[in-house]
């Protein structure tokens, strides 16, 4: 079993394809390298893979990645995938856009919290998913599945907000109605957890880290007004939902004395000054025990 690092960028990725400011420009630059937007699958070859998240780069997640690509040999024939679940977190575009890339008549479950399954199923755009293919089927949290062999999946509340397209229906601080989830996935004695999106740490979720093996963790921003310092938007991290790094409240201070745990930064935006590994941010995580994800990382499980 594996988990492989599809994707290791917040929304637009790295560079994004309008903006040569902050890490773009280093990365249109080929100063650093470049990254697609967040996912992961945990799996392998011989099981099948879950892929958590559909960000909108999976096909080209797919062709980049030799484990996630068909068999030329498989018994259902020349249209065949390793993927046999996709999960996806909240109903961020960054999340459910790449469901799209999956139309092509290819059996898989989809599973997600209720709050996300609705908004699927009411958007007409993916109906595409044809429903004699793709089982829909709602996740809440606190129930583990078995999407495949060797692997328990359960999803849990996290801090966050809604979609930014229903702001304006539902109110931003209706963020914590289960529109935001956590991944814990258990393999053999292994535990992993996959966070992309986190508001607040509070003690029930210091309490389920603790003891992880592996942490995939909200890596958005580094400092909370780092976009507006650099020009490139007008919102901090908090209020697009994701705690900053170096916050008295956020991940470098709070999960410390977390031990035994592998932390990497994941979902990192295109500002966040951690992609440069010359940088001063870069060492202070690294100082704290914190790794950067990237695009085709491989953890064996």
Not at 40 to 55: C, E, L, P, W
Not at 175 to 190: K, M
Not at 246 to 255: N, Q, R, V
Request: aromatic letters at 6%.
């Amino acid at each position: 079993m594996e988990l492989i690092v599809l994707g290791a960028a917040a929304g637009g990725g790295l560079p994004q394809w309008n903006c040569i400011g902050g890490q773009s420009r280093r990365a249109w630059w080929r100063e650093i390298p470049t990254q697609t937007q967040a996912s992961v699958a945990i799996g392998s070859r011989q099981s099948g893979y879950v892929v958590i998240n559909a960000s909108p780069d999976l096909r080209t997640q797919i062709l980049q990645t030799r484990a996630l690509q068909p068999d030329a040999h498989h018994p259902d024939g020349p249209r065949n995938t390793p993927i046999r679940a996709v999960i996806v977190t909240n109903a961020d575009v960054d999340n459910i856009a790449g469901l799209l890339n999956l139309r092509e008549k290819q059996s898989f479950s989809l599973y997600g919290p209720d709050a996300v399954m609705q908004i699927i199923g009411q958007n007409s755009i993916f109906q595409v998913l044809d429903p004699d293919f793709v089982n829909l089927q709602p996740l809440e949290a606190g129930t583990a599945i078995t999407p495949v062999e060797g692997l328990s999946v359960e999803l849990f509340h996290v801090a966050g907000k809604p979609p930014l397209y229903l702001e304006a229906d539902l109110g931003i601080e209706s963020g914590s109605s289960g529109f935001t989830s956590g991944v814990e996935v258990q393999c053999g004695a292994r535990r992993i957890l996959v966070i992309s999106s986190c508001a607040h740490i509070d003690a029930a979720l210091k309490q389920r880290i603790q003891g992880a093996d592996v942490l995939l963790f909200d890596g958005t921003v580094f400092e909370d007004d780092e976009m507006i310092q650099q020009g490139l938007g007008h919102k901090t991290g908090r209020r697009m939902g994701h705690l900053p790094i170096t916050a008295a409240d956020g991940p470098l201070i709070e999960l410390s004395e977390t031990l035994g745990t592998r932390k990497l930064f994941f979902h990192i935006n295109n500002t966040n000054p951690i992609w440069d590994i010359q940088s001063s941010a870069f060492q202070t995580i690294t100082d704290a025990g914190w790794e950067v994800s990237h695009d085709g990382m491989v953890i064996p499980l």
